[in-house]
């Protein structure tokens, strides 16, 4: 079946504190961007992909296709105002029945196994979400106050979230509301159930400095 990968690299990541946006920042001598690609093109040859970048930096985003021999199946697009926009942009390019990745541009270390994990079950279910327990304690604030809850009951959610078109597509023709807070709750808004599948600790988004220091050490360790 067709694959096609949207990969959300349309923030400009102010909390990073950099004068590129983060996704253009160096890794291990490449763009934190040119690294989230390779995985899904280790992980499938036929796999195509929408780049969703900010306006003033689509050529470098042409540029690192061009680099990563993928111009030939690369459509490249603007983000819009949020992620929903963003993501609803770079859906609009799809004409055909496949199933779509919607990833963090920043989650450079994703594995092209949870990538393919994520394309077998959504074959089957219809869906893939990755997610992962919660090592931390947590608490819910309300008002003045504040509760533990389980965390063992808690999930982190990861990408590529992983959909068949014929679910995604829809969900993102309605409005946006505020309660969208990745492309899960959108589908999940049209009565449809997505399905959680095991994440990855290491597939962590690159957010602040610290982040590319760690991102550094897990690439060291892969290749040693």
Wanted: hydrophobic share 45%; aromatic share 6%.
């Amino acid at each position: 079946m067709k694959k096609i990968a949207i990969v959300t690299a349309g923030g400009m990541g102010t909390r990073m504190g950099a004068k590129l946006p983060k996704q253009f920042l160096l890794l291990s001598g490449k763009p934190v961007l040119w690294h989230t690609l390779n995985a899904f093109i280790n992980a499938f040859e036929d796999i195509d992909f929408v780049l969703v970048v900010p306006d003033d930096f689509v050529n470098t985003a042409t540029v690192l296709a061009s680099e990563l021999n993928i111009s030939q199946k690369t459509v490249i697009v603007v983000g819009g105002p949020t992620r929903f926009d963003s993501v609803k942009n770079g859906l609009a390019t799809i004409k055909e029945s496949a199933i779509v990745f919607v990833h963090d541009g920043v989650r450079c270390l994703v594995s092209p196994d949870l990538i393919k994990r994520c394309y077998v079950q959504a074959i089957e279910k219809g869906s893939a979400i990755p997610a992962v327990a919660s090592t931390d304690s947590v608490r819910i604030a309300m008002e003045d106050d504040h509760r533990v809850i389980d965390r063992a009951k808690v999930s982190i959610i990861q990408t590529p979230q992983t959909f068949k078109s014929e679910l995604i597509l829809p969900a993102f023709n309605q409005s946006y509301q505020e309660r969208f807070t990745d492309e899960a709750t959108v589908v999940e808004s049209t009565g449809n159930r997505v399905y959680l599948i095991e994440g990855d600790y290491q597939n962590i988004k690159i957010t602040r400095p610290i982040d590319l220091i760690i991102a550094e050490q897990i690439i060291a360790d892969r290749v040693s």
